[in-house]
């Protein structure tokens, strides 16, 4: 590498890493504008709780969990440290990906700017939820999928297979990345890489890896069949084609059309069928999903290898590059002409920074929509003032249905509003009582994780319910004494109890809980802890072989 050469590599990774620092000051400094989400609670909590399976997610969540809480303890700065380091990573090897393709400055900026300011991938680096986990491993595993076949080295697989088995303890899904890049290469010259021992070897290090979540699977009578059953029945239903559609492109925006340029030059471009199986391997992946009612942010996944495609792609449209001869390219670019001729790159330039810009605008502008800048109120009214210029991600929640605020933040309010009811609930019980209080949530593990989270400043004891890994959790048998509930209303509980007293109702108008009460009920009329042992067995049956 000569001096210039030298000078334009440590120019790259200066934009690189500027960029990237980048990413991870907007979220250090807006992750704890919001309060957690519902299912960040739920995957704190299994921090006390690690097992090689959960009632609706593998295990890998749960030790990220263990690992926050033993750094920074009860912290929603902590909770959601990994996430942005998540994303920070992954732009990382998507400039390793350009590099490696040969792609310049240009390029890296159209590319990492486009991931830098997705909507999409700012919700996901903003909360503690497998997706952040899974983006970055799919792309880990792209990456060394391309580099196994770039430079004909088999022995690859033994880290693709490792890869794909943490993947697989994070989220089940990377089963459809497997199974759409299994099907490309077998279509592609490199299906000769499966005739290598290591591919063998490294079936067996996936199957080793995930075999004790199988196992935990079958000890519990297989809770991920019946969690994608009530998925199915209960939110997939609403999903059509249009909506996953549309869900694809506010995910993203104008962005769309940079990773849809990168599918594009890698199914089409005849200079790029070295890795035509990368884009039939995606593509495939998409319809998988698209015809499985899958939601549009299952593919979110594999976009971040094809935005630095994409910016690469660009720069080569654009710029009229002709590549010039180097040690960095993968196999068949030596077949290209070696002189470093450019053709109208001024034109091209701005042609590209002018669709960067477009696209950097317009994102700005949904900016309020993917991280937490905006108090509730404002948010209500910039989206009166912008609504009819973009279309906001998240918008129709799990019920098919358009809400006025997204699904994401009106999980992400009223907790500890709800746990200070709770609070004073349990501080007005004398202190014999509070040591047999029982704290229950009906039907919503969200109620009993913000005790868990936002109860520790009270002294509350961790709270009940039977949704989700919390039936597992659940004690067998509790103590006669008082109750505290959250729910809409008491129930039957004005039939096992003399006195049931609402004690606070959360009346946020942002919460996705609006209405939600807290009664305290003393003085059982009947056997209440015989009536929770019969609940609770019912709850966790389901789980028993």
Not at 159 to 175: D, P, Q
Not at 390 to 413: C, N
Not at 433 to 444: A, D, L, P, S, V
């Amino acid at each position: 590498m000569n001096g210039l050469e030298h000078v334009k590599e440590n120019k790259y990774w200066l934009v690189a890493f500027l960029l990237i620092v980048v990413k991870l000051c907007l979220h250090f400094f807006t992750n704890t504008n919001y309060e957690l989400h519902r299912d960040e609670m739920l995957y704190f909590n299994m921090a006390d709780h690690l097992d090689w399976g959960y009632a609706s997610v593998p295990p890998f969540i749960g030790l990220m969990a263990f690992l926050s809480k033993a750094i920074f303890g009860y912290s929603v700065f902590g909770i959601r440290f990994f996430p942005a380091l998540m994303g920070a990573g992954s732009m990382f090897i998507m400039a390793r990906i350009i590099h490696r393709l040969g792609g310049g400055i240009f390029s890296l900026v159209i590319a990492l700017s486009s991931f830098l300011l997705s909507t999409g991938f700012l919700l996901i680096g903003s909360l503690f939820t497998p997706n952040a986990f899974e983006q970055f491993s799919w792309l880990l595993i792209t990456w060394y999928l391309f580099k196994m076949t770039s430079d004909n080295n088999p022995k690859l697989w033994i880290w693709i297979g490792i890869f794909i088995g943490l993947s697989f303890l994070n989220k089940y899904s990377v089963v459809f990345l497997a199974a759409g890049f299994v099907v490309a290469l077998l279509l592609s010259p490199y299906r000769k890489m499966f005739y290598s021992r290591y591919f063998i070897v490294a079936i067996i290090i996936a199957l080793m890896i995930v075999s004790p979540n199988i196992y935990w699977q079958y000890a519990h009578n297989w809770p991920v069949v019946f969690h994608m059953k009530e998925l199915q029945s209960t939110q997939l239903v609403n999903m059509k084609t249009i909506d996953f559609l549309k869900d694809v492109f506010t995910l993203n925006l104008i962005s769309t059309a940079i990773w849809l340029f990168g599918l594009y030059a890698l199914l089409f471009s005849p200079t790029e069928k070295d890795n035509r199986y990368l884009g039939i391997g995606s593509f495939i992946i998409i319809l998988l999903f698209l015809f499985s009612s899958g939601k549009g942010y299952y593919i979110m996944g594999i976009i971040p290898f094809l935005f630095a495609y994409g910016g690469y792609a660009m720069e080569k449209l654009l710029l009229q590059k002709v590549w010039p001869s180097s040690d960095t390219r993968s196999p068949g670019m030596a077949d290209r002409p070696a002189s470093q001729t450019w053709g109208p790159g001024m034109a091209g330039r701005l042609i590209g920074y002018a669709v960067l810009a477009v696209s950097m605008v317009i994102s700005l502008l949904a900016i309020p929509y993917a991280l937490p800048v905006m108090s509730f109120d404002k948010l209500s009214r910039y989206t009166d003032q912008t609504g009819h210029l973009i279309i906001y991600p998240f918008y129709r929640w799990e019920d098919g249905k358009v809400h006025s605020l997204s699904q994401v933040y009106a999980d992400m309010t009223g907790w500890q509003e709800l746990t200070s009811y709770v609070a004073k609930a349990y501080k007005g019980l004398p202190e014999e009582e509070q040591k047999k209080c029982t704290i229950f949530g009906e039907r919503n593990y969200g109620y009993a994780g913000a005790i868990h989270f936002y109860g520790k400043q009270y002294g509350l004891p961790d709270a009940v319910t039977f949704q989700d890994s919390y039936a597992l959790w659940a004690p067998d048998s509790i103590p006669s004494g008082p109750i505290i509930y959250m729910y809409y209303g008491p129930g039957e509980l004005n039939n096992l109890y003399q006195s049931v007293v609402e004690v606070g109702c959360v009346n946020n108008p942002w919460f996705r809980e609006k209405g939600l009460k807290v009664f305290l009920c003393t003085h059982a009329k009947t056997n209440v802890p015989a009536i929770y042992s019969q609940l609770v067995s019912n709850a966790k049956v389901v789980y028993r072989r």
